[in-house]
Each structure stands twice: as C-alpha cells, then as structure tokens.
C-alpha cells in the first residue's frame, strides 16, 4: 500500500484508546473518572495522535464534547441505533498534558429516569462488580491534518495525526491503543500530582506528624495495637506508616500515585486496597490543613 492509499484508508474518526482500572470513588457525591487520554503510541489501527494535536484542541473538547459508551452518540444516528443519544454518560471537565501523554478527568452523570440509566450502569460496573468491570477510553474526533511518517523504533509507516476537531471519548471494552493502562477514579498521571484544584502541601500537613506516643494516650486509644512489621494492622496503623516514610524520604515525591504504589510494594496490599487506604490518607490531610493543624 502506497502512502496515498494508506492515507485513504485512515478513517477521519480517529480512536485513541485506553484507561484505567477504577477504584470507586466521589467527590461531594459527584461522580469522577480519570483517563489517559492518549500517550502518542501507534495504535490497531496504525495511528498515531500527537498531544500537542489533543492540547490544541483541548478547550473545544471541554467546551462541546461529551463522554458516552462506544461513540454511539456520535455514530448511532449513521447506524441506526435506536436512541443513540441516550449513551452519553458524562462530560469532561478538565484535560491535563504530562509530556507525551494527555489525561482527561471526566464528571459521570448521576440521577433518576431514562437519561441517567446508562450513566448509572457504567457506574454500577465499575463499583458494584468484583472486579471491577474494564473500561477504556477511546478519543473521537475529526481528523484535520494526517501525513504518513515511518516510526523511527520499527521503521513501518503509520499515518500521524497532527490536527483534530476533538468532541468526544467513548468508553470501550476494546481498546485501540493498546499501550494505555486502564481506568481509575483515583487521581492519576498529571492528576496525581495536584490532589486537589488548589493543592496542597504533604510536607507541611506533615510537620507535626501523625505519629503518636502509646504512653501518652488515653482511654480506648492506649489500648490500640500497632503492627511491628509488614501490612498494617488498620488504618491509623497505615497512616502513622505512610507519614514516617514521607518523613523519611522514602516515597521521593509525594503524591496520590507514589503513595499508592508504595503501599502495594511495602506493605503487600492489593491495588483496590492500596487506593483505598490512598484515597482516605490524601483526604484526611486535606481536612488537616483545611483546619490549620
């Protein structure tokens, strides 16, 4: 096939795949999921999208774009899928570059009635299932400029996508890219490194420590058993661990994502569990400094 022909071939529907696993989560009961987006690699389809491409048109996305199940809200119509409008499931709210990669974090609609049945399934099958179901996204868009370039690592050609019309990301069961990890509701990727909007400081929410003195405590807490070694014996145990260890330097920088992983790897949890225990130390430092103490 001659670059011609390949270009020809290159559907104008361009599909960047991949998320990552979920670890149900919310935020003042609205409902958040954290995907990455694209991260440059070629894809089944033998394509590459450039994130400067996605960066460019970041604010169309955010300002008209939605989130729905396989593109069907875009494509449904053309064929023939009976209220296709239905399977949109959410919005984006904010989309984050980190080098190669692009990260969208996506609100999931919730509520009562037809329009909210699908958001409420995919919902459900992220934190009613065990394991949690695998979801991966797939960025759809109008393709406005794509050339044909040989990848310098297998020296094959691929078309590159160097300019879009970004208006959408479908959540698949099949990803296209397969070089993307999968879904999470915990902040991940650039979204790990900010917590929160504004931020916060893990070193100053730590300069008191959350480590305790047992011959200084009272009542119930005197009496409370602390793990000499290995998996934490509850989550006041995790949390005076994870603090000596940040302390300590041994998670470099801090964050969500650096957390999580120490957790698996010093302590032996499982991702669900590392997350969780994750998520409730990063908020129980953002209640700390919100009180100043």
């Not at 999470?184 to 305790?212: R, S």
């Amino acid at each position: 096939m001659n670059d011609a022909e390949l270009l020809a071939a290159a559907p104008d529907t361009i599909s960047i795949a991949g998320v990552f696993k979920a670890t149900p989560r919310t935020e003042g009961g609205k409902r958040f999921l954290f995907c990455e987006a694209s991260n440059e690699g070629t894809d089944l389809q033998n394509e590459t999208i450039v994130a400067k491409a996605l960066q460019e048109s970041a604010d169309y996305y955010l300002r008209y774009g939605n989130v729905d199940i396989e593109h069907f809200t875009k494509i449904g119509p053309r064929l023939g899928i009976p209220d296709s409008a239905t399977y949109e499931i959410g919005q984006p709210k904010e989309v984050r570059p980190s080098g190669n990669q692009t990260f969208v974090k996506c609100e999931i609609y919730s509520g009562n009635g037809p329009a909210a049945e699908k958001a409420n399934q995919f919902w459900s099958s992220l934190t009613d299932c065990h394991p949690p179901a695998r979801w991966y996204a797939s960025v759809g868009g109008q393709a406005l400029n794509k050339a044909v370039e040989v990848d310098p690592k297998t020296q094959s050609r691929r078309v590159i996508i160097k300019s879009l019309r970004w208006h959408n990301i479908g959540m698949s069961k099949t990803p296209v890219n397969q070089h993307v990890d999968a879904c999470a509701t915990v902040p991940v990727g650039a979204f790990a490194k900010c917590w929160t909007p504004g931020g916060f400081d893990i070193t100053k929410a730590l300069t008191a420590g959350y480590g305790t003195d047992s011959a200084a405590l009272t009542g119930g807490g005197s009496l409370r058993e602390q793990s000499l070694q290995g998996k934490p014996l509850n989550y006041f145990d995790y949390r005076e661990q994870i603090s000596k260890a940040i302390r300590d330097g041994k998670l470099g920088t801090p964050c969500a994502q650096s957390i999580k992983e120490f957790s698996e790897r010093a302590f032996g949890m499982g991702p669900d569990e590392a997350a969780e225990h994750t998520e409730r130390f990063m908020l129980d430092l953002r209640n700390r400094i919100k009180r100043g103490t």
